[in-house]
T-cell receptor, first 115, second 115 residues
Framework: EAGVTQSPTHLIKTRGQQATLRCSPISGHTSVYWYQQALGLGLQFLLWYDEGEERNRGNFPPRFSGRQFPNYSSELNVNALELEDSALYLC??????????????FGDGTRLSIL | AQTVTQSQPEMSVQEAETVTLSCTYDTSESDYYLFWYKQPPSRQMILVIRQEAYKQQNATENRFSVNFQKAAKSFSLKISDSQLGDAAMYFCAYRLIQGAQKLVFGQGTRLTINP
């Protein structure tokens, strides 16, 4: 069974540009989560999508946005890139069945570097 | 707001010995899940073990076990017979059962295994 796949592995941008990160969940998973792992800040929750809808959003500015497609894959878009956006962006997926404990499985991440 | 604290930024242990990683959390909720994830240099987050807060019995997965003290809001991870492949960053995480499915992570503990 294929795991969560993310692309690209590494992305280099300059300040003010826009970045698009992609995530394909494990087959059968309907929920996708995005986390930012910045140096010194730990792992911070960004977004949660389930069945094509945004369900929850972390404390990030609106220039962080995303979407989930009918095949449950997801994109994270970051507009007007700033130096502090440099981080590892991790995508995770899971089943979402109400209150049943469905653990999140992570991809290898996309390293976003802002020059 | 829920918070997770890992008070040990770094730990080291001799191969084949036992090591315990500490984690405390703060929440006003009574129903939640707790997790330990490991992140080796390959950077993929791997689920090590999980615990449902409503279960009194401590979870065990092969060489990994937890000591869950709900009243003290403590969730430590014990690794027995440490192996070189256990070297990684270990993150403690919390998640509500209902509502927002986001994981709240601690800052991590870097575990080094000495041969």
């Amino acid at each position: 069974e294929a795991g969560v796949t993310q692309s690209p592995t590494h992305l280099i941008k300059t300040r003010g540009q826009q970045a698009t990160l992609r995530c394909s969940p494990i087959s059968g998973h309907t929920s996708v989560y995005w986390y930012q792992q910045a140096l010194g800040l730990g792992l911070q929750f960004l977004l949660w999508y389930d069945e094509g809808e945004e369900r929850n959003r972390g404390n990030f500015p609106p220039r962080f946005s995303g979407r989930q497609f009918p095949n449950y894959s997801s994109e994270l878009n970051v507009n007007a890139l700033e130096l502090e956006d440099s981080a590892l962006y991790l995508c995770a997926s899971s089943f979402y069945i109400g209150d049943l404990n469905q653990p999140q499985h992570f991809g290898d991440g996309t390293r976003l570097s802002i020059l | 707001a829920q918070t997770v604290t890992q008070s040990q930024p770094e730990m080291s242990v001799q191969e084949a010995e036992t090591v315990t990683l500490s984690c405390t959390y703060d929440t006003s909720e009574s129903d939640y899940y707790l997790f330990w994830y490991k992140q080796p240099p390959s950077r993929q987050m791997i689920l090590v073990i999980r615990q449902e807060a409503y279960k009194q019995q401590n979870a065990t997965e092969n060489r990994f076990s937890v000591n869950f003290q709900k009243a003290a809001k403590s969730f430590s991870l014990k690794i027995s017979d440490s192996q070189l492949g256990d070297a990684a960053m270990y993150f403690c995480a919390y998640r509500l059962i209902q509502g927002a499915q986001k994981l709240v992570f601690g800052q991590g503990t870097r575990l080094t295994i000495n041969p």
